[in-house]
């Protein structure tokens, strides 16, 4: 039995963020999840904040100590893409999903450390992807906040490792979501051919592996990039 935390997800009113809210629900945390729109699974507090806004964020965690307490785990989940090919691709295309991926993370993971730093623990977690250590044509500008997380994970896993704080990236593959869901049936038949599992991944698989990370059997775990996908980004 893991001690039970005061947990915080971004993007928890659906897809991999929604499956990550229950399954700590499921083992007895206090559970937050930051929204946009839409409601967190249920017995979960859902506060609003977009991750582009640094003042939204900061209410929302205002919002969940006075109800649940400082929050001792956070997992940067909220995301998005705008895919195009390079010569496509805007200024406005990169910067916006820079701004939501990476800086979004950036935002959260700073709010989220000065109670880690007062409480002398705390546990991050960023969901990268496969894509920002393989690369994807036409994905330059998410594959770029992506990888960026690994840097993001481990520059904090230096400056906090030694107050009990940890940081990792979890790097999924293709899981089935809204944002795959998206993909034109073709596309979706040829990744699946590419990945060794011969499958995509439901999201409580990727929450499991969340979950773990943030409870006390993973405490020498830092600045670690885990793949949960299938094979597909092996030897990264
Ligand atoms: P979905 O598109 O299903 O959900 C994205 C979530 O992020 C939603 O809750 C959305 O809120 C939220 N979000 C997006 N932009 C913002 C913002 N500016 N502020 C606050 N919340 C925001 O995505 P998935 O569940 O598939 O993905 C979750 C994470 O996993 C993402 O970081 C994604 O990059 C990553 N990932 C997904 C993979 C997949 O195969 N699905 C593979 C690898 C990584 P709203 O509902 O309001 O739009």
Request: charged share 20%; aromatic share 6%; no cysteine.
């Amino acid at each position: 039995m893991t001690t039970q935390r005061t947990v915080l997800v971004t993007g928890g009113n659906r897809g991999i963020g929604y499956a990550i809210a229950r399954e700590f629900l499921a083992a007895g945390h206090r559970v937050a999840v930051t929204a946009r729109s839409g409601e967190g699974p249920e017995g979960s507090l859902t506060v609003r904040a977009d991750v582009t806004d640094a003042a939204s964020l900061d209410a929302a965690f205002t919002e969940v100590e006075a109800a649940l307490g400082p929050v001792e785990v956070v997992v940067a989940n909220a995301g998005m893409t705008r895919d195009t090919l390079l010569l496509r691709m805007t200024e406005e295309d990169f910067t916006s999903v820079i701004d939501t991926n990476l800086s979004g993370a950036f935002r959260v993971v700073k709010r989220a450390s000065k109670n880690m730093l007062k409480a002398r623990f705390g546990r991050i977690i960023l969901v990268s992807s496969v894509v920002g250590l393989y690369g994807s044509a036409g994905q330059v500008n998410y594959a770029a906040s992506k990888s960026g997380l690994v840097g993001l994970a481990r520059s904090v896993t230096r400056e906090l490792g030694g107050r009990g704080i940890t940081a990792n990236v979890v790097a999924p593959g293709f899981i089935e979501t809204d944002m795959t869901a998206a993909l034109p049936e073709q596309q979706q038949a040829d990744y699946k051919k590419s990945i060794p599992a011969g499958r995509f991944a439901t999201a409580d698989e990727v929450a499991k592996v969340i979950t773990w990370l943030a409870g006390d059997d993973a405490g020498y775990i830092s600045g670690a990039i885990i793949p949960v996908d299938g094979g597909l980004g092996m030897g990264h």
